[in-house]
């Protein structure tokens, strides 16, 4: 799931470098499904674990609920970044997308 995130982020990423006359690609949903984990490794890669319920109180040990109008987005650098605030235009087209 999370890795046709980061492929849909790098396509956009991409397709930022083409001409205006380039078709934009359409976004993908990100579907994050219920007992999934999703992770974000040392490497730079993406991970997706199936989760349980006998530890779950520890699993919510420093957690926090992610923000609505949240982006998440890998950088140049390889790390994943996330940012909090309006990402899409009165228009509902992407804010920080080709101009």
Not at 8 to 33: E, R
Not at 72 to 97: C, T, V
Request: glycine share 12%.
């Amino acid at each position: 799931m999370i890795r046709s995130l980061i492929l849909a982020l790098l396509a956009t990423t991409a397709a930022s470098a083409l001409p205006a006359s380039a078709q934009a690609p359409k976004p993908v949903p990100w579907v994050i499904a219920p007992n999934i984990g999703y992770g974000y490794d040392a490497h730079f890669r993406t991970w997706q674990y199936q989760m349980g319920t006998n530890n779950a109180g520890e699993l919510f040990k420093g957690a926090r609920k992610v923000p609505k109008n949240t982006l998440f987005f890998i950088g140049a650098n390889g790390q994943l970044y996330m940012r909090s605030g309006p990402f899409l235009d009165g228009n509902g087209s992407f804010r920080f997308g080709p101009s």
